[in-house]
């Protein structure tokens, strides 16, 4: 809703009406892949009560993140949280250190071997609803590192509900995967944990 | 100042390259070495301490360098694509120290000592404390032990990792890359 | 000045712990083992720089223990270089110390042409430094914006990194991309410079000393900055250079070394500069040497955009077509630039055999390359000497006596970077 651009809905599909505007879901002959596979079942949970909505309202617009910077993109998200991208006009500019208290985890940085035990502990000490942004080439797929380190995405231990392109993306970049979060909760998207399940 | 090298404990030879010079040197003397060029020499600062690998060094052929900035030697055999070897190496690992001369009459050297696979070597900590974590590296990245060393555990990879990966010998590991629409 | 200032001594003796110089151990006479209190700090702490794991003793508030496990953001360059042609391990150096990106690029580069013995033209090094300042700038800004805010000056880190944003707007207009701009090349940069890229860096050179005064305007009186910095972390001249200190940390320690002046690269010879140098030894005094870098720096950015704008026109890459990739509009024309096009893309250009040692001042200290080649298209061995990954070794002998308070100023003061520190 802050960016609110009206993209042409050349897609009928009930994730088009409840808001979501990326790509691939207005677009649905891009072609056939997990996605779209996932969004069927994502569908089916669509069409959400006015309360549900208030309170999908309330989650998007004062989530807080976590201080989970890792390399290079953490200095992008660092420089989100500055005042020319201020992210704190989505209300997200506390940055909590304590996972007890946060609500999403953006995931900043090559995630190594060693470092994906730490990771999930401090996944699993989030309380729910709890979302995770898998930001740069490096945390959605291991990026320009592939070898014996490097977990070739950290969608292998936690379950992930945007990835973030980019090495590093762009703070506009970073912003628009908060926006498409955003659009996802309120549409009612169940977080990512509910629909892919956690790997224990 | 130019400054002589002889004298150094354990010298084997001398070579020179690229405006930098290479102090070859016995390995079972590296830290009388290491002590003299500290002292004598005033060579306070340890820059680096890192080992390379020449397994499988002159297995392969390589073209050898075709062109350069003013054009071609006729005359070298690698410039007109012959294949040819590099030359082999004395033993499989070099232990490489970087030194610096921290001083108004700054200098670098390298002292090099070479090791099969197995060997030891002993640390030169006594000479430059900063040695620690450069020799803790060396460990586990190559599998080289440093005799003496107060804490030689695993720095960089988890504590109970088998291997020791940048040796040639092991793999460069990764996973293949999955593309969506395959299954 | 001589380069080792010995008229302050900062404590006697040397306070090196041992046996094992990087921990320290509890002294059984000064804390008894029932006071001690265990903690992990990291690795995910907002107040260790990345990925630092700091296992603390604490007898109250005094820490008495020490040791540091790194490790976390291991990534394996040196390896995957290996894997890599030449022209695309450029990539890569970028990648390990994140924050000064193009200091990494630098030395790579000058590694290889040293191999290469490839000659540079004049624009391309005298661009190079102006990045290269451009990056230590930067580098310090972000330095200053997150110590201040661990150090709970929080809007510091807003006005740091509102600058660090204009200098990145510079990087943008130039390399085509905000970090990690892979725009030096083997024999020069990648592209030619913009020609609106001298008036914003004027306007940016007449900008930045205000915008220090700011910083140093919230700072310098502050009596809380002050007691949390002055005389904290310790560390003397003889320590520092036993333990390999380099950079901001050594100089901060009253030893006049900077590489730029004392073994120059690049044209460092040729332009106008101080290197500042404070005898104190403590965080305010790292934390003065990084505010005095960031004015010589513009001045060097300033010098170099003025000669830089009387070299319009000149090439910015060397000549050399089977190391540099042809213009392309070459390649609808000509089938030799088709050829070199080819074959560099697929196989690599090919670097003599050879073993080199190249180091620049980044903002940290000295980075070093160490490259060996076997002659083919790949790098046979690449070591990168981190200046972080020594600046961690000196964490337990700056701690002695602190407080857990000041073991916060004092991580931060030696500005690791936690990348450089695990490669």
Redesign the interface.
Known sequence: MALARKLPLISDRPLANAGLSSERVLMPNKGPGVFEEEIDGIEDALGITTVEKAVAWAQANSMWPDTFGLACCAIEMMSIVSSRYDISRFGMERFSSSPRQADLLIVSGRVTHKMAGPLRQVYDQMLEPKWVIAMGACASSGGMFNNYTVLQGVDKIVPVDIHVPGCPPRPEALMEGIVRLHEKIKAGVPPAYMIRGVAQ | MTVTYDGVPGLVETVGGHGETTLVVDAARIVEACSFLRDERRFNFLSDLTPTDYLGWASRGVAGHIGSHGGRDMHAPGSQGFARVPDPKPKRFAVNYHLLRISDDPERVRVQAWLDDGEEIDTVIPVWPTADWFEREAWDMFGIVFRGHPNLVRILMEDDWEGHPLRKDYPIGGEPVRFSGEE | M???ERSIKVYEGSR?PS?????LKVDQEKHSLDDILTINFG????STH??LRLIVDLDGEMVAGLSAV???????F???ME?KTWWKCI??PE?ID??S?QANELAFVLAME??????VPRKATWMRMCLAELTRIHSHL?WL??SALELGAISM??YT??D??AT?DLFEMVCGT???TRYFQAGGLAEDIPEGFYDQAREWCKKMPKAIDEYEAILDRNAIWLKRTKGIGLLSADDA????QSGPVLRASG?N?DLRK??PYLAYGEVDFDVPVFPEGDVYARYRVHMEEMRESVRIVAQCIERLAEMRGEPWI??????VLPPREELHTSMESLIHHFKIVTEGY????????E?VESPRG?F?V?L?S???PKP??V?F?APS??A??ATATCMTDAAIADMIAIVGSLDGV??EV??
């Open positions: 001589s380069v080792i090196i046996p094992i110089p990087t921990a690795p995910n702490h907002p990345g990925v790194i490790g976390y953001l291991h990534t394996g040196e390896k995957t894997q990539t890569y990648r994140y924050v990106f040293k191999l290469l013995e490839i000659e972000v914006g997150t880190f807003w990194f509102d660090r944003d990145l905000r970090m990690h250079i036993a333990l390999g030893v070394w004392s073994m060397a000549d050399d077509r089977k190391v090919l670097v003599p055999e050879g073993e080199v040692y180091c000295e070093g160490y060996a076997d002659g083919g046979w061995r070591k000497r990954f020594v961690l070794q936690m990348g695990d490669r």
